[in-house]
């Protein structure tokens, strides 16, 4: 079921899939150019349901208005903030999503008080410009962090860190395997909630 939810950039969609007597939510956005469908993203949602969580897939306000090219970051951080805090009220909340949206969800977690993070096909660089990093957004992140990475990704690969598990899959950035995402999800969720 979707359902239209008003932020300061316009109205966001949100695909809610809620567990009964759920344990905590994860809440997923897209990456750049895609939708929620992504294989990666409804590997993870499954494998969230199956751990008896509740899942929202948000589509950023500029994918809603049918633009490609997304917002700048400060509006799509604002949008998330305005969705994420409309959602699950008292869960554990683990956000992230794929590629934009994992970035997106880095760079607020401490803002709507995830308790961790999935990042699926985080763009570590663009592609062939490792100098144009973008791990302190992963380096920032306080709550634990997991990464799913393709081993043959163009945007690069972060190494693990303190709070970070960094697995590679199969495949480039688009991490077409959902089922080789879930397992990978699942094994991971059951450490991070409280």
């Known amino acids: 079921m979707a359902t239209a939810v008003d932020t300061p950039h316009g109205p966001a969609r949100v695909h809610l899939r809620e567990v009964g007597g759920a344990r905590g939510a994860v809440v997923l956005g897209h990456g750049a150019g895609g939708g929620v469908e992504a294989p990666d993203l409804v590997g993870a949602a499954g494998a969230a349901k199956e751990a008896a969580l509740s899942v929202a897939l948000v589509e950023q306000p500029y994918r809603v208005a049918g633009r490609s090219a997304p917002a700048p970051a400060a509006q799509l951080d604002a949008a998330w903030v305005a ?92 991490l077409r395997s959902s089922t080789a995402v879930a397992a990978v999800v699942s094994e991971w969720l059951p450490g991070v909630l409280p």
């Not at 994992?102 to 096909?121: F, I, K, P």
């Not at 062939?128 to 081993?151: C, Y």
């Open 83 to 174: 969705v994420v805090s409309q959602l699950f009220e008292g869960l554990p909340l683990i956000v992230g999503g794929r590629s934009l949206g994992a970035r997106v969800a880095c760079r607020t977690s401490a803002e709507v008080g995830a308790v961790a993070v999935l990042c699926l096909a985080f763009p570590l660089h663009p592609p062939g410009r490792p100098e144009k990093s973008r791990l302190a957004e992963l380096d920032a992140v306080e709550v634990p962090v997991l990464v799913v990475q393709g081993e043959s990704d163009p945007f690069g690969l972060p190494q693990p860190g303190p709070n970070r598990e960094v697995i590679t899959i199969p495949g480039t950035h688009s």
